[in-house]
């Protein structure tokens, strides 16, 4: 009977975990603003880099997050602005003023990014794009990253 009992219970924590498996509530908020204001590869962007286009990266990590280290190019200014997403509608009008420029959002792995975003063009920026994959898929794609510690490039062995 105990048998019967733990394998029905079993059962019951495999299928209930199937059937009641929630989809992430913020997902659909994040590809809705990645389908609104779309993304830009890690490569793209150093491309622009290399092209010397004008353009401002807006990373809306949280402070702590921010050690972690910030995108950079070792033959061109980058210009950071450093915003959190939970104040980027009372800090960006007045560190970003100019609402034609690029401005490329950044997080740590890109939701945050493609929602402030998509915020920036409803604040009337026009020309936003988010980095895919944030400032992890940046280091993965082998491109720098200032830290405290200098400038670091990942490598793969």
Known sequence: MK??????????????????AKEDPKMPLINEAIKEVGEISP???KEIFENEDKVV?????ET???AEGYIYDEFTPVKTVSITRGN???????KIEDKDILIVTYCRNGGRGALAAQTLKKLGHKNVKNLKGGIQDWAKAGYSVQTGLGVTVLTTR
């Not at 048998?3 to 009641?20: I, M, Q």
């Not at 990266?57 to 990590?61: E, F, G, N, S």
């Not at 980027?88 to 007045?94: A, K, S, Y």
Request: hydrophobic share 55%; aromatic share 14%; proline share 3%.
């Open 3 to 20: 048998k019967l009992l733990s394998l029905f219970s079993l059962v019951f924590v495999l299928f209930s975990n199937t059937v009641y």
């Open 88 to 94: 980027l509608e009372w800090e960006v009008p007045t």
């Open 64 to 66: 702590e997050q921010r």
């Open 57 to 61: 990266i807006l990373d809306v990590r």
């Open 43 to 45: 490569k793209a962007l």
